[in-house]
């Protein structure tokens, strides 16, 4: 899971969690690659670090190399590198490419040439430059064009590679600079200087920190007393009237919006008077409680203007004037996803992404799609941090596997912010996750044993709920009670009305032969079995038939806010008399204590077989 950039190509796939391993994937240029998080010891080089995953050869060492410098643009010299020191690093996972749009692939055959396959596939002799460099972009193993090797599979860029690398482009392109506001009075003396501090004498609520004082260079006018119920008041103007603005009424959504914006760790200020020096020569005073700043972690901060109340020209000279403050107005805003959505786009985070159509997915066996209006990487260290946040509307009473899906991102380290929107009252609050549903905590890991004997018979028969007998004596004899014969089996057992006697390789022939005349079927559990087998032999013996299904819906949907799919054999068995069933799956490897939590919280237990 890397960071996205502001000129993230919108067909980009947001990160993807691979719990079990903490592998992160990123997928850029048409190419997923996959990290995974390392400390780096005392003694050790790149080249090591690289060399656990994989082996390594010089041109694939380049071929990591660069790969390495994208994840970690900090790092500016990775043959220095410090203990202690956190990285990401290309992980030995590999996905299997696919043709997504933007680039297919070809297998290069013996005899071939850049330039040849170009021309097979229709493409110009003039757009030959553009496609080779997208060559060596999309695949780091070509350095030369000049040098391909025969089987080695390449992804060639298509059509939607370059139209959307051109719009990526276009967007990044810088916005004309805003016009300064020109004073209607001929400024008197030395210019002011630009820029100064914002604020004085703003006494600091209860967990809150004030504004920064002016700076000693600002020229600040002593303004004239505000009124308290002034809003606005400008003063310093050549005329000696005063405009003040008074918002009426509430201001609509601010409790969700201060709520929301503390929790993701931003300074929610308001109380106190803002004290803007305007290039006319006077200064507008604002009383923050009725218009807000948002303080942002990296600096920027946002003057919510909720109804309005700010002249427009008095908006755009803070804006010209101040390049770190930006005025939001919330006048014509609908309802609480426009407002959060205008006050994000002047948050200067590292990536603020849409999340309902390409959610952040969570798991492998067992996934978890979690659509949110917001993907937000406030930093771009936020992935090694575990600072990412998802910003999800929910209902006011979410549904209980909803609320279970929730607390399994909490438990995988993402801060999920469900909020619920009341457009009638036109407010709203964020909703609370709630302690786990189950008062038994985790469901303990249930694992076939590896190797049979007897502890694979008696995990299967316990899992079963098949009741088992040890140390019981058989008398079985010859016909006509010619002889009779006691054998002491090591388990025995009743299912799908037969009998059966457990051997573990101890019997021998002939006692096997008048135990099967005795009615008693034998069932073989040597060591020389596996586990897993043991216990398909049990399933088959109880009747109780598995189906084997890939990426199966186990809950949720489009209109549910979330997926769940599992990859695993699924069963049922029946319950207690006049109870409920049980639903049961067998996955092929390890599960995190959090997927076996939400599918606990959902009724179904999970085995690792």
């Known amino acids: 899971m890397l960071p996205g950039t502001a000129a993230a190509q919108e067909g980009e796939d947001l990160p993807r969690i691979f719990l079990e391993k903490k592998v992160y994937s990123d997928t850029a240029g048409g190419k997923q690659s996959f990290f995974e998080t390392h ?21 694939r060492y380049a071929e990591r190399l660069k790969e390495f410098r ?20 290309p992980s030995g996972a590999r996905p299997e490419e696919r043709d997504d749009g933007r680039t297919i692939g070809y297998t290069v055959k013996r005899g071939d040439s850049l330039s040849e396959i170009l021309s097979s596939g229709g493409v110009p002799r003039r757009h030959w430059k553009k496609h080779l460099d997208a060559i060596q972009e999309i695949n780091p193993s070509v350095t030369d064009v000049d040098r391909i090797i025969a089987g080695k599979t390449l992804r060639l860029p298509t059509d939607r590679y370059f139209t959307e690398a051109e719009k990526a482009m276009a967007a990044a392109e810088p916005p004309e600079p805003v016009a300064p506001v020109q004073s209607a009075v001929p400024p008197k003396g030395p210019e002011v200087p630009p820029a100064p501090a914002l604020t004085r004498d703003v006494p600091p609520g209860p967990g809150q920190d004030a504004l920064a004082s002016g700076k000693p260079e600002a020229e600040l006018l002593v303004p004239k007393p505000v009124s308290p119920a002034a809003s606005v008041v400008e003063t310093g103007k050549a005329t000696s009237a005063e405009e003040v603005i008074i918002p009426s009424g509430r201001s609509p959504y601010r409790g969700l919006l201060s709520d929301l914006f503390l929790a993701i760790g931003e300074k929610w200020i308001d109380r106190g008077t803002m004290y803007l020096p305007l290039p006319s020569g006077g200064e507008a005073a604002l009383q923050l409680s009725d218009f807000p700043v948002v303080r942002f972690s990296g600096g920027t901060e946002a003057l919510i203007d909720f109804r309005g109340g700010i002249p427009p020209r008095v908006a755009d000279a803070i804006s010209a004037q101040w390049k770190s403050l930006r005025v939001v107005s919330l006048a014509d805003a609908g309802g609480a996803g426009d407002r959060i959505d ?11 992404k849409e999340g ?15 659509p949110a209006r917001w993907v ?33 991102a909490r438990r995988v380290g993402l801060r999920v912010l469900p909020y619920a929107d009341d457009p009638k009252a036109m407010e709203g609050f964020l909703v609370g996750v709630g ?5 038994g905590g985790i469901p303990v890991a249930l694992a076939v044993p590896k190797t049979g004997g007897l502890p694979a018979v008696d995990f299967g028969l316990s899992f079963l709920g098949i009741a088992a007998k040890a140390g019981e004596r058989l008398r079985v004899g010859g016909g006509g009670d010619a002889f009779r014969l006691v054998v002491s089996p090591e388990r025995l057992f009743e299912v799908g009305g037969k009998k059966y006697v457990v051997d573990t390789g101890k019997m021998s022939p002939a006692v096997r032969s008048i135990l099967r005349e005795s009615g008693y079927a034998i069932f073989p559990a040597g060591k020389d079995a596996s586990g897993r087998e043991i216990f398909q032999r049990l399933l088959k013996a109880a009747g109780i038939g598995s189906e084997e299904r890939k990426e199966y819906l186990l809950t949720g949907g489009a209109k549910s806010g979330y997926e769940v799919r599992v990859t695993g054999a699924f069963l049922s068995l029946s319950g207690p008399s006049g109870g409920a069933g049980r639903r049961i799956v067998l996955v092929g490897r390890k599960i995190h204590s959090a997927t076996r939590a939400l599918l606990g919280d959902m009724g179904v237990e999970i085995v690792e077989r």
């Not at 643009?73 to 043959?79: H, Y």
């Not at 302690?435 to 008062?439: D, I, L, T, V």
């Open 39 to 59: 400390t780096v010891e005392k003694g050790e080089t790149l080249w090591k670090i690289l060399e656990r995953n994989e082996p390594l050869t010089p041109d």
């Open 70 to 89: 994208r994840a970690n643009p900090k790092v500016a010299d990775p043959s220095r590198l410090t203990p202690g020191q956190q990285l990401l690093v």
């Open 342 to 352: 205008r006050i994000l786009r002047v948050s200067g985070y590292h990536s603020v």
């Open 356 to 370: 309902i159509f390409r959610p952040v997915v969570m798991g492998e066996t067992v996934t978890v799609a979690l």
């Open 376 to 408: 937000i990487q406030r930093t771009e260290d936020s992935l090694l941090s575990g600072d990412l946040v998802l910003l999800k509307e929910v209902p006011e009473k979410p549904d209980p596997e909803l609320l279970a899906v929730l607390r399994y």
């Open 435 to 439: 302690e786990e549903a189950s008062a």
